[in-house]
């Protein structure tokens, strides 16, 4: 099975004792490709980093909504750096609100998220969007500040009209560990769903494990599982499903 984990927090410092084998783990159980997304400025140098020594690694730049009240103007501007010279970096990215944790205020979430919108379309990347428990203010900033942006809904929970509208206006819908959930049957439903030509398939790393491996460690080689429960949703073979969000996860990001 040829597998593209596109959102896996590999620099996680849970990976610190054993990440080299980790990684060659996971590409040897067919994880040909995995997208480190950056949460702040120190995990973004350390996605790069990972990309830099690894072929099949890439990175995105960008500021969680949790750490979006720590957001700089030097932040951005070496965001802009990255996605305009480094040929690793290929979206900007995870960008969004969290109305679950709230660990930054809304109003500094929305403006940061705002900001980091106009910053992809600047640079002309894809964006990776993190959205827990603020679905209705996602979709009213992404309706009249963000367009001419374009990307990924990372690690979906929202319903299927809104993943509906998501996909007019140019979004892949991802799925993690959640699909394979027992009791997740909304979000099965909706996976369903979606066309073939705009799904993906991710981890989560290090969170999210899905059954059966739940309360360890989750890790890139786990996309597999994912992929897995959504063919037997859409009636398909595991591998031929696998290969179709392979090539969705390198056409979004730009891997030729």
Same mark, same amino acid.
């Given at each position: ?12 410092? @849970? ?17 040909? $490709? ?22 099949? %690694? $890439?990175? /995105? ?12 103007? /030097? ?7 990255? /996605? ?12 969004? %609100?969290? $109305? ?25 990347? #894809? ?15 992404? !309706? ?11 690690? $979906? ?8 509208? %998501? ?5 892949? =819908?991802?799925?993690?560990? #959640? ?7 909304? %979000?099965?439903?909706?996976? @369903?769903?979606? #066309?073939?030509?705009?799904?993906? =398939? ?9 059954? #059966?491996?739940?309360?360890? !460690? ?11 429960? =959504? ?19 390198? @056409? ?5």
């Amino acid at each position: 099975m040829k597998l593209f984990d596109t959102h896996a927090h590999i620099n996680d410092n @849970r990976f610190d004792n054993d990440r080299a084998d980790m990684i060659q783990s996971c590409f040897d159980a067919g994880v040909e $490709y995995i997208m480190i997304p950056g949460v702040d400025r120190g995990t973004v140098e350390s996605g790069v980093a990972l990309a830099e020594a690894y072929p099949n %690694l $890439y990175a /995105a730049a960008g500021t969680h909504p949790h750490e979006s009240k720590d957001f700089t103007d /030097a932040d951005y501007e070496y965001y802009k750096e990255l /996605a305009l010279h480094h040929g690793k970096v290929r979206a900007i990215g995870e960008i969004g %609100l969290d $109305y679950y944790y709230d660990f930054s205020d809304r109003d500094t979430q929305k403006r940061v998220f705002v900001r980091q919108l106009e910053l992809a379309r600047d640079v002309d990347l #894809p964006i990776i969007i993190h959205d827990r428990d603020a679905h209705g203010a996602i979709m009213d900033i992404l !309706r009249n500040e963000g367009k001419g942006n374009w990307g990924i809904f990372h690690c $979906y929970s929202g319903s299927w009209d809104m993943a509906k509208e %998501l996909i007019k206006m140019g979004y892949y =819908i991802s799925f993690a560990g #959640p699909v394979v959930f027992p009791k997740s049957t909304s %979000l099965k439903e909706v996976a @369903r769903q979606v #066309p073939l030509d705009r799904i993906l =398939i991710e981890t989560d790393s290090p969170y999210l494990t899905p059954p #059966p491996f739940r309360g360890r !460690r989750n890790d890139p080689s786990k996309t597999q599982f994912v992929a897995e429960e =959504i063919a037997v949703l859409k009636g398909m073979d595991a591998n031929e499903f696998a290969a179709i969000a392979y090539e969705n996860g390198k @056409r979004v990001f730009g891997i030729e």
